[in-house]
Every structure is written in C-alpha cells, then in structure tokens.
C-alpha cells in the first residue's frame, strides 16, 4: 500500500482543488497499488502439463529454475511438471489415445518420425512469429522436427560425439596431436595399448567402443550406406554399410586394441575412460559434468570425430517440446515452448553446461564454440547425423545390435549378420504395417 507524505496540518493549508486533486490521485494509486499486488486464484490461473523423463537431481532442479521464471513473467499460467520415470513412450503414446496426455512433452528424435505421422501432434508453425527467429536454430536440428514440410517440435538441446582422449596416456606414447581419420586412430590405438605386466590383458586399451547402432550410424552413412531405406525398411546389409562396419570388427577381434566396458569391468565408456582403462573413447556432452565430478583428476582433450572415408562424421541427439493436439490450452502450451526454447529459457537451461544450445545466438552468447572441452561436440552439430531410424526405430535397432554384437564376438561372419538384421527387421516392420 503506497502512503502520503505530507503532514496532515500542511495538506490542510492547501487550496481546496488541490486537496481534491491530492485525494484523488491517491485513491486511484491505492487501488492500483491493491491490484498489482492481488495474487490471481485457482480459478483465474490456466494449468498447463509439461511431461518429461527422469533425470539426474540437478537438471531436475534446474528445469524447476526455469519454469519458476516463466511463472513469475506469466503469472496467469501455472505450470504442472510430471516426470514419467520409466517406459516414458509407452506411457505416452496410452495417454495421447486415451485423451490424457500432457500439453507440453519431450520428444526423442529417435521416436518423431512415427508421433509425427499418426497426426497427435500440433503443427507449431502457425504459432512461429517473425519475433521468435526460427532461423536462429540449428537447420540441422530443427529438420529432425519436421514431417511434409510441417515444424512439429522445437529442439531444447542436443550433444553429438567428440573423441575424448587421454593427454597423459598420448604424451606417455609420443602421440602430439589426437587422430584426425580413422586409419589414425586404428594405429594410435595399437601405440596406446599397453600390457604392463606381460599377462597378455592389457591395462590399458586404445579405443573403448559401444558396439551399437547409436554410436555407429555416422560410419555407414560416411561410407555412402544408409541405415533404413525412404520406405524405412532396413539397409544395413549392403555393400556400403559392411565396408564401414568391417574396421571396427577387426579392430576389436584381430587387433585387440579396442574394448567394450564390460570387458573391463566398467558400466559404461565414461567410467572405463575416467579409470584410464582406454586411452580414447567416443562421448557426448554429458561426460564432460561426470568426469568434473568423479574423475576430476584426469587429464583431457577433446577432438571432432575421425573422419570415416575421408567424410567428417558424428552422431547427433536431441530432444523438442512438442504440443498435444488434444490440447485444451493451446494458447497457453505454446507460451511455455516459446519461452523454454527462446532465446531467455535457453539461455538459462544451458548455461550451466549440462546441456548444449539449440540456437545460435545462445551458443555464441555462452561462447561454447570457444571452449576447448566443448569446441569439438560444437563443430560436429552441422555435419552430424541424426540419431533417427524412421517409423519403428526400436526393431530396427534391437536387430542391428543383437546381429553386430555376435559378428564383433566371433559368432558369425559380419555379412552373415547384417543380413539376418536386415531380413528379421523388416520382415518385423511389414508385420506391423
């Protein structure tokens, strides 16, 4: 409530209009005073669902932060954030047919191509105004979202692969500068290999891989192959595509030089790396924040990926907003997208350097293309391809990887497994259409 400050004995001498206009102005200051401090009900607020998966403690409180923001400038709309824990798409995809699903969600690249076509999502660019600078995303980003030539998410951030190498471990081996092809990396992986103890185990390994299909994909398309066809049927039996594969099968099997994590006791590439157990390993942007925190003592760099056939190659994996057909808060949904993924909202989710930033004028305010741990992961993003695999990612995937793990083991001939991949995949693809 604002108060006069003038004594009453000094208001008393005033001309009587004065007194008038005096009372008057502030009785109008009162009420307005009143009103902007009158906190909107229930009633008045619209509540808008957000969903996304569960992620670690800090990105959630971060998210929180942010969200708090958009409240505070929107003080009509209330945000309610669910997390989904588990099976998020198939949750999902019950609430979108059973009329419950939130009006705001996270959309994996690797599931958009089947949402965008089964017509549940809303078309956003009717929503996109000149203000909210859609040329300011990454093109090969925002063309994950798109379906007939329709935008229907927006991407919050993505990470592609670098070459994480270890600088001790190069300096030991008289390494001066990381591997800029893959025959490079194939012969700097037999010179950091080492067998300290004569046991024939090496304690430590050139290369730590992930022998799947997300972390693969970039070397069959650099070798002119593709992984699904226009008609999204599987293709990773051709020519091509072994081409590709073949180096990686004899790096592991013949030259012994190349590890997965389980073969040395670790959950994953970033803590065989973060062990020195691997001298190099292909990560994203998320190992940069793990080894802060559980390896802070190692020493680091980062490279953009070996080029695969002479062709610069990485992978790339992002997530969008996406709005609910179904919507009954349209207005308000989109509100909450533009904000989270203009230009304020990035800025304040990725500025902590969880995450990398969609648009351009964000990477170039946060100066992430300058950053020597982040440079690499930056410089891949235009070149990158997209952790996509048409209408039914998942039986193109779980094929792919249970077919390539047994050729990388000595099970069978890769030719041989790449073609039972490709012939079990579609024929579980055209039981399904």
Aim: some cysteine.
């Amino acid at each position: 409530m604002l108060r006069h400050t003038f004594p009453l004995k000094e208001v008393a001498m005033f001309p009587r209009w004065i007194r008038l206009v005096l009372v008057g102005t502030l009785t109008l200051l009162t009420i307005v005073s009143c009103q902007n401090f009158t906190p909107l009900t229930d009633a008045e607020q619209v509540t808008v669902r957000l969903s996304g998966w569960g992620a670690s403690l800090v990105e959630q409180q971060l998210l929180r932060q942010v969200i708090d923001d958009f409240e505070q400038q929107h003080p009509g709309i209330r945000v309610k954030l669910e997390t989904i824990a588990d099976q998020y798409m198939d949750v999902m995809k019950t609430r979108l047919i059973g009329d419950a699903a939130p009006d705001v969600f996270y959309l994996d690249a690797l599931d958009a191509p089947f949402l965008m076509a089964q017509d549940v999502l809303e078309p956003l660019d009717s929503y996109i105004q000149p203000a909210f600078q859609i040329q300011d995303f990454e093109q090969n980003l925002l063309n994950v979202f798109r379906h007939e030539n329709k935008i229907y998410g927006l991407p919050k951030d993505y990470s592609t692969l670098a070459l994480f190498y270890n600088r001790k471990a190069f300096a030991e081996a008289g390494i001066t500068a990381p591997p800029a092809t893959w025959e490079e990396l194939v012969s700097f992986s037999k010179q950091l290999t080492i067998d300290r103890n004569g046991d024939g185990k090496p304690e430590q390994y050139g290369l730590g891989i992930l022998p799947e299909l997300p972390r693969l994909s970039f070397m069959i398309r650099a070798a002119g192959g593709e992984v699904v066809d226009a008609n999204g049927q599987a293709t990773f039996a051709d020519e091509a595509a072994l081409q590709a594969l073949q180096p990686v099968v004899e790096q592991y099997r013949v030259d012994r030089t190349s590890v997965r994590a389980i073969d040395v006791g670790a959950n994953s590439g970033s803590e065989m790396f973060g062990q020195g157990r691997v001298a190099m390993v292909l990560e994203g942007n998320w190992m940069i924040p793990y080894l802060r925190e559980t390896f802070p003592d190692i020493e680091y760099g980062t490279a953009e990926v070996p080029r695969v056939n002479q062709q610069p190659g990485t992978m790339v994996y992002t997530v969008a907003y996406v709005m609910d057909r179904q919507s009954r808060h349209k207005t308000e949904a989109w509100e909450l997208i533009s904000y989270l993924t203009g230009t304020e909202g990035m800025a304040k989710w990725t500025g902590t350097g969880f995450a990398l930033p969609t648009r351009r004028s964000v990477a170039e305010e946060q100066q992430v293309d300058r950053d020597p741990l982040r440079s690499a992961l930056v410089a891949g993003v235009k070149y990158a391809t997209p952790w996509q695999l048409g209408a039914y990612p998942t039986v193109v995937n779980n094929q792919f990887n249970n077919q390539f793990l047994s050729a990388l083991l000595g099970e069978q001939p890769l030719q041989q497994a790449m073609q039972k991949a490709e012939q079990d995949a579609n024929a579980q693809i055209r039981s399904m259409e």
